[in-house]
């Protein structure tokens, strides 16, 4: 069963440093995610990824953080100078959606996450 | 803007027991989706069940149901014969249209008691 697929389960980096975060999609999904999640809370929307562009970001995406689609197969969330509070599990997630021009009808898969802890 | 509340932070249930656990949501979006997530102690979203705004029957996956009241906005899952491996916290998240993001509450966690 395709999955969606994420690296490096876990990263740990010193504060001010730059982190990348790597996701490959299930192949023919349309729409990409990243979520955030502090320990013990919520699930949190960052941005979501369509037709090689960002079309949805929430206010935690500041200019801190980017996201590319370098090769057609991976996802990337980068963040440029990480900070304490950028601890927490990322989610990547995809979903195959575009086959119902409406109501929403396709689940996102999520990825398995990368736990970043920044010192 | 859309809002998801799940009101129950931790609930414990007898094994082999049905469990309910409650969602209610806020949008003013005429159409709609509603997810359940499962979150086990080794981290990963697991999606457990759909629920579209125009559906007309409640979505039922397994022994994991949807109890869906429009006129409520609610979207309780529902989960019978209750088992130890159901132990984790459950999400329950919606999206306005195809592709958009999910917005999540805050989550219930389910502990099933021998």
């Known amino acids: 069963e395709p999955e969606v697929t994420q690296t490096p389960s876990h990263q740990v980096t010193q504060m001010g440093q730059e982190v990348i975060l790597r996701c490959v999609p299930i192949?023919?999904?349309?729409?990409f995610y990243w979520y955030r999640q502090i320990l013990g809370q919520k699930v949190e929307f960052l941005v979501s990824f369509y037709n090689n562009e960002i079309s949805e970001k929430s206010e935690i995406f500041d200019d801190q953080f980017s996201v590319e689609r370098p090769d057609g197969s991976n996802f990337t969330l980068k963040i440029r100078s990480t900070k304490l509070e950028d601890s927490a599990m990322y989610f990547c997630?995809?979903?195959?959606?575009?086959?119902?021009?409406?109501?929403?009808?396709?689940?996102?898969?999520f990825g398995p996450g990368t736990r970043l802890t920044v010192l | 803007a859309q809002k998801i509340t799940q009101t129950q932070p931790g609930m414990f249930v007898q094994e082999k027991e049905a469990v309910t656990l409650d969602c209610t949501y806020d949008t003013s979006d005429p159409s709609y989706g509603l997810f359940w997530y499962k979150q086990p102690s080794s981290g990963e979203m697991i999606f457990l069940i759909y629920q579209g705004s125009y559906d007309q029957q409640n979505a039922t996956e397994g022994r994991y149901s949807l109890n869906f009241q429009k006129a409520r906005k609610s979207a309780n899952l529902v989960i019978s014969a209750s088992q130890l491996g159901d132990s984790a916290m459950y999400f329950c998240?919606?999206?306005?249209?195809?592709?958009?993001?999910?917005?999540f509450g805050t989550g219930t966690r389910l502990t099933i008691i021998p």
């Open positions: 998240a919606m999206s306005r249209r195809e592709g958009e993001k999910l917005t």
């Open positions: 997630a995809s979903n195959i959606a575009g086959s119902s021009g409406g109501a929403v009808s396709n689940e996102q898969f």
């Open positions: 192949s023919n999904h349309l729409y």
